[in-house]
């Protein structure tokens, strides 16, 4: 573990955010690499899906123009 991990403060909001998206919390996550590399891999295929999204909002909102 960094420094940096070490510092971050760790609010109720983004305690309960992680709990109830990956199914624990900051210390569980913080000492287990497997579980950092699920919510990376979770986070990556929303990020992914979002984009997909916007392209199809993006591209609808071009063709309901012409």
């Given amino acids: 573990?960094?420094?940096k991990e070490d510092d971050l403060k760790v609010t109720e909001h983004m305690e309960k955010g992680l709990r109830q998206n990956h199914g624990f919390g900051h210390e569980s996550l913080n000492t287990s690499l497997e579980k950092k590399i699920q919510v990376e891999?979770?986070?990556e295929k929303s990020h992914k899906e979002s984009q997909q999204i916007e392209?199809?909002?993006?591209?609808?909102?071009?063709h309901n123009r012409e």
């Fill in 1 to 3: 573990m960094t420094g």
């Fill in 41 to 43: 891999k979770r986070r």
């Fill in 55 to 62: 392209r199809e909002i993006s591209n609808d909102l071009h």
